[in-house]
């Protein structure tokens, strides 16, 4: 039997698009490459360090701690990857119903009208072939389904949303909010999708600071419990667990007739049939699934007869810095758990045309009390000097929680040296070819990393702060993440006006294959110096919201 | 589990009354409080170390009480298990090749040290002798260039110890951490917390 529609990926974008597509009525299958997985079910939240021998230390499979909700990282078993030689990069896959959706920090903002037209600007990358206005009512309607805390302030690039309440901010977040003000760093309450106050069944959050185990009573959002759950109650969602896709098939007519896919509990290759395939397996993984879609009629891979499948991809930048403040030794205890991030942060505020590099960058904040487990206060030497015996002990006490850091992370301008290819020689364990990556960082990129230790710097130094590492270099870099580190991987199938430059029209269907359309972070044109999941289930929900529209036509 | 560390959980995790108010649901307590039994009622407890032979063994149960030691707040670094963490630790499929010849490697330097200065092993040395040569070792900065591999070593030993105490039950008492629990509300921090970092709302 053919499905109207199959979706391949299950995270922020393939959730979205099952949601709408069942709702409007169409027969959807949904592959996913890993297990079944609902936080309401399967979370390991308010598990004490002491309920495990490991204390929450990260493992391979869970790199950001053994109770985080995802199943994945940027080494998994079987699924190996090639960096070009001179190029470093790490992708990170997650391997789960709901994808990167159980992992991320639940950051929740929008693209600003800039943000889709910043080549206007600056004269580098390329405009969007759509502009805010385009996405604003999609962001509504996330915002009013999903949920999300924040505040209107009426920044001209970060746009007001539909907000809940923010949390007020922890005592040390003011700290950080009093050096922002004297330093003109704007600095607001922070845009998460995690509740506040109940929304649409779905329970207000209780404030244990772990979002990212999964929440039980889905107070924050993941694309299993928000979004799959109800396209399942449609009777409409056919969901294939542990489904390695490996092509999208193709008729004579050059239409996608289906996805062939792997079993992954069989070994077995399987294939099943629909009118409409729809793409959102990350961005990275959706390329490698169209080069790989080779056939006579698509010599190069599917919907890339302009050859910029893999080209143009992003990831965000980022660098880290943390302070220890003396000011927030021998603290008064309480619970300072909060929402799982930050209740205060600081969106760009600078004019880029009178710095050294082109775009923004956003800082997160992150510190104070927090659950002791593997890895508590390592390195306490730093601050003390070291020791052992009932100071030392003493001294764990004085300096617990007395830290405050800082995460820039801004936005990259895709460069001809950053792309992916299907390497000639190496298969992954089902024989699929696997990705190489290049990747090269540029001056806008460095320069971009260096305000942002400056930045840091200055704010631990106005709070009376202590840094213990000195300022990173050219040389090193300015201590820049690896391209893929901050996963945020965009690009590979851009979207475009111009069928010779891009992959997708401005709906993302692909310009070569009208039945095919791209749903994850593939589409984007730039990365902004925001987090992309809101951007993407935004982007998602208007797709498919063509993708009915043309089946109500009949045109697809 | 006795019943009495059964409620220890329930109250460590901190909902057992606020559940029903909040949404979380019974059977996710029950799921939190039965891995903490299970745990209790592991091999992991167990005394025989599986990656320390027994010279080893005693070494570490001595050193982790001299980073550790009890006073009037909360108990050992024996008493909290620690020796047990990190003999997991260092046997568990995570542990990297390299760390398990840093800690054995760390361990007979340490050894060699004491016999050196006073021919006699770490365990077998008083506690003055003990003391010395742990004093010329855990002051990174202050530390003489010939004893770098014992500061490095003890460095990383003492983070593992810190680790392991710290992450207990007792830890998380001793340092009043007061999370990991459902609150029906967020109502910011406490006004000495305010006060004392000179902030308000």
Redesign the interface.
Known sequence: MAYDVCIVGSGAGGGMAAYALTKAGANVVMLEAGPSFFASRD?K????????????????ERPFGEFDACDGGWEIDGEPYTVASGSKFMWWRARMLGGRTNHWGRISLRFGPRDFKAKSRDGLGDDWPIAYEDVAPYYDRVDRLIGLFGSHENLPNEPNGIFLPP??????E??V??ASDKLNVTCIPARLSIL?QPLNGR????????CNRGC??KANFSSPDVLIAPALATKRLTLITNAMAREVTVGKDGLATGVSYVDKTTGMDKHVEARIVVLAASALETSRILLNSKSSLFPQGLANSSGTVGKYITDTTGTDLAGFIP??MD?????????GGMHLYMPWWLDNAKLDFPRGYHIEVWGG?????????????RYQ??????Q???D??KY?GATIGFSGRGEMIPNDESYMEIDPNVVDRWGIPVSRFHWGWTDHEFNQVKHMHETFRALITEMGGQIFSPMPTKEQGYNISTGGQIIHELGGTRMGSDPKTSVVNANCQAHDVKNLFINDGGPFVSQADKNPTWTILALSWRTSDFIASQRKEGAI | MSDMNRRD?LK??G?AS?ASS????AD??ER?TR??AR?EE?G?VAAAPTFFNAHEWSTVRVLVD????R?E?SGSATEAKVPE?ID??MS?R?ASLESKVAMRGGLAWIDNECQHRFGKSFVSASDAQRRQV?DDI?????AKPELSHGVQFF?RF??LT???F????M??Q?????????????????P???R??????
Request: hydrophobic share 40%; aromatic share 12%.
């Open positions: 979370s939240m308010l598990m004490p360090a002491y309920a495990s021998p490991r204390r929450g230390a990260s493992t391979k949390p007020k901010p922890r005592c040390y003011l700290l909010k009093k506040t329970a207000g959050c209780h404030y244990c600071g772990q039980t009573v000011a927030m603290h008064v205890p309480h619970n300072e758990d909060g929402v009390l927090y659950a002791p487990s593997a890895g508590f206060m390592g390195g306490i030497d000097g070291g020791g052992y015996g009932k030392l002990k003493q764990y006490r617990y | 959980a460590a995790i909902i606020l909040i949404g979380v649901k996710h307590l939190v891995a903490v745990l592991s992991v001299y980073i550790i030691p006073d707040r963490f997991f630790l568990d995570e742990l855990a002051w990174p900065r202050k460095s003492r983070d810190a680790s392991g710290f992450s207990t039950q830890g998380w001793d340092v009043q951490y007061k999370g990991n629990v459902a609150l029906p509300a967020w109502n910011g921090c406490p000495e917390a305010l004392k970092l000179g902030v308000s709302y």
